[in-house]
């Protein structure tokens, strides 16, 4: 007979005036892979549209942040629909770059197209940042995030949340403007 134990870290949740940011749940996949296999949502995000594979991997990949790092991505729900429309949150993605970002959390932001334009990642990101303020302080000095140069939205919700630029640098061979924040 086998015994499996399972401990998984808890996700905060937080909310905003109009989202919850809340941990993925296997019932977002379908969701997730509309965002994510959209090419208005791939065009800065590595150029090409997700498979379902891709986004379940993602998603996998969000819940594991939590369990080895004690930060992540939460799932953003807008509060009015009760649909899931975005992810925000913390990544060390392991990016091979120069300056090198590995060890240090990097906040991202992705929204699907119904969601653009309603203020909702600034809000998100906001809310995850009070949150790492509050609990990443004690570990990190610093917070990243890398934006392709032609996303004006994404580069206005960076400077908007307190990021400032440092430099421009590559990523995949393709531009990026690498911001840091102090926390």
Request: charged share 25%; glycine share 8%.
């Amino acid at each position: 007979m086998w015994l499996f134990l399972f401990m998984a870290t808890t996700i905060p949740q937080l909310e905003t005036d109009r989202l919850w940011l809340r941990a993925h749940e296997a019932k977002d996949l379908e969701r997730a892979f509309a965002m994510w296999s959209d090419e208005r949502v791939a065009r800065f995000i590595g150029g090409k549209p997700s498979t379902r594979q891709a986004s379940w991997s993602r998603l996998m990949a969000y819940r594991g942040h939590w369990d080895y790092l004690n930060f992540g991505y939460w799932a953003v729900v807008e509060k009015s629909s009760g649909l899931y429309i975005g992810d925000v949150g913390f990544a060390d993605f392991k990016r091979e770059m120069a300056p090198s970002i590995e060890g240090q959390p990097e906040m991202g932001w992705v929204f699907s197209p119904a969601a653009h334009g309603k203020g909702y990642a600034s809000e998100a990101t906001k809310s995850a940042m009070e949150w790492g303020h509050r609990v990443l302080a004690s570990r990190f000095e610093n917070v990243v995030c890398i934006v392709d140069p032609g996303n004006l939205p994404s580069l206005r919700i960076a400077e908007k949340n307190g990021f400032v630029k440092k430099q421009t640098t590559h990523y995949l061979g393709e531009p990026v403007e690498l911001f840091s924040q102090s926390l």
